[in-house]
């Protein structure tokens, strides 16, 4: 009866020991800032994805808040670029980001977006009424 007691205990405990070990997350942290070149207003709402340069994977994304902020968290180790865009805007891409255990949060300050030059011609809409027979 002990001897069963025993070994249901050494049971219970290295499962539940892996179960623990199989929830650890990944310990890097990118975060940064993203703003207007022009006139250094937040830009809210801005995309910023996470590639591993080994891959070309998208590792994670998010989207900034209203204050521009963002934060990438449970990055794993390794080298990355961090690609940020918005509607209206040209988008940007970092030189490559690493995350290391010695330096697992990197703060890329603040990134700046560039309005896009694209403007489109005068758009001229015409449609023809259908005849109605009463």
Not at 30 to 43: A, E
Not at 107 to 127: K, Q, R, W
């Amino acid at each position: 009866m002990k001897l069963s007691k025993l070994v249901l205990t050494l049971v219970l405990f290295v499962v539940f020991q892996l179960m623990l070990m199989s929830q650890t997350r990944n310990p890097g942290v990118v975060s940064g800032r993203i703003l207007d070149i022009h006139s250094k207003t937040p830009v809210e709402y801005a995309n910023i994805l996470l590639f591993d340069t080994l891959t070309g994977k998208m590792v994670t994304g998010i989207v900034s808040d209203s204050n521009g902020h963002f934060r990438l968290d449970n990055v794993p180790l390794g080298v990355f670029i961090v690609e940020y865009s918005f509607i209206g805007y040209a988008t940007n891409r970092t030189s490559p980001v690493v995350v290391s255990r010695k330096a697992p949060g990197v703060d890329l300050g603040e990134l700046l977006l560039d309005p896009s030059a694209f403007t489109m011609n005068e758009v001229t809409v015409t449609a023809e009424k259908a005849t109605m027979i009463t």
